[in-house]
């Protein structure tokens, strides 16, 4: 995790924590984007699942 946590500040990337349908918004803008900006972001989605989320409080 650390050796990860020390790549991830390194580059241009971006981890994102939202649940599943943000992520699925998320990942049709870059899709988007990717046409347009030519410069390449690399963005870590994490997506939450929310069940688990409320079964556990």
Same mark, same amino acid.
């Given at each position: 995790?650390k ?8 580059? $241009? ?7 599943? $349908? ?11 984007l990717?046409?347009?900006?030519? $410069? ?13 989320? $409320?079964s556990?409080?």
């Open positions: 995790p050796a990860r946590h020390n790549a991830l500040s390194h580059s $241009r990337a971006i981890a994102v924590i939202a649940p599943d $349908r943000l992520v699925t918004a998320i990942v049709i803008a870059i899709g988007a990717r046409h347009i900006d030519r $410069r390449a972001v690399l963005i870590a989605v994490i997506a939450l699942d929310q069940s688990s989320q $409320r556990s409080q």
